[in-house]
């Protein structure tokens, strides 16, 4: 029976190759650890399978997988779903994203064996993205992002983001407590990854084009948190220009106000963050704060 649907699921039917998939992982657990490596390559197949409803019972079919799966029979595929499941966190699908991101926070359990440095590298390219996702505007993309940061951060060892994940900005919905996670998780990543903060901004600074404009506010007010807060700003100097620009583009051209407000703050932050001679504190000021866009 098992070898009947494998075939199958690269059938011309849409619906056929669904239906094959969810047959393959009904099978019992006593039994699933014999076929687990079997059913774990289809699912890596049908990640990328043309049709968006196949992608979608095979996200929610790898969860129901690896909850019972052994490192031994994930590890083989674990950079494999990791980089499919990257590519589909952008998809316009609120449900496909939400799946994306919980899987990938399932999948983070398994990066601890041999592959371990391998999958960190994994992790912090998907960093940027899974953060400004916390605030996206499906709120069970909300949840399932801050779910799979909680598995992140512990995967990274960090103790000050663990710390974080508890912390009531985190776990709110309304935009001003967002706003404060960004600016405090911007001082933990350069305190604790500096070396890493050009990829990180250059990832966030890509989602200024997002198809989402509050997806795009997110990586405004983040990137100048990054550039405004990194204790050794010399790495990313050749940023400000760009960012600048960028802002001031944005702000005579989105028809978005959460675009253009975040941007009039993102300006006024990054004037006084690259003048210290005239400012003498690079914290976020409370008044300005007021002006922001409605939670």
Known sequence: MVEAMCLHVSDESPTVRSLCLRGLVQIPDPHMVHYTSQVLGVIVALLEDPDESVQLTSVECLQMVLKSSSKDAVEPVLLNLSVRLRNLQISMNS???ANAFSAYGILSNYGVGTQHEAFLEQVHATLPRLILHVHDDDLTVRQACRNAFRQLASLLEVDSLCALV??????????????????????????????????????????????????????????????????????????????????????????????????????????????????????????????????
Not at 215 to 244: G, K
Not at 254 to 266: G, I, K, L, P
Request: charged letters at 20%.
């Open 95 to 97: 449900n496909m994203r």
């Open 166 to 295: 508890n912390t009531h900005c985190f776990n709110s919905d309304c935009r001003s407590d967002y706003e404060d996670f960004l600016r405090g998780l911007a001082k933990q990543l350069s305190q604790n990854f500096a070396t890493r903060a050009s990829t990180y901004l250059s990832s966030v600074i890509q989602a200024f084009d997002a198809p989402w404009p509050v997806i795009q506010a997110n990586a405004i007010y983040l990137s100048s948190c990054m550039l405004s807060l990194l204790d050794d700003q010399r790495s990313l100097v050749s940023y400000f220009p760009e960012v600048f620009g960028m802002l001031i583009g944005k702000l005579g051209q989105s028809q978005d106000v959460v675009v253009r407000t975040t941007c009039s703050f993102a300006l006024g932050f990054l004037l006084k963050a690259s003048n210290p001679l005239t400012w003498s504190c690079l914290q976020l000021d409370r008044v300005e704060s007021s002006r922001r866009t409605q939670d």
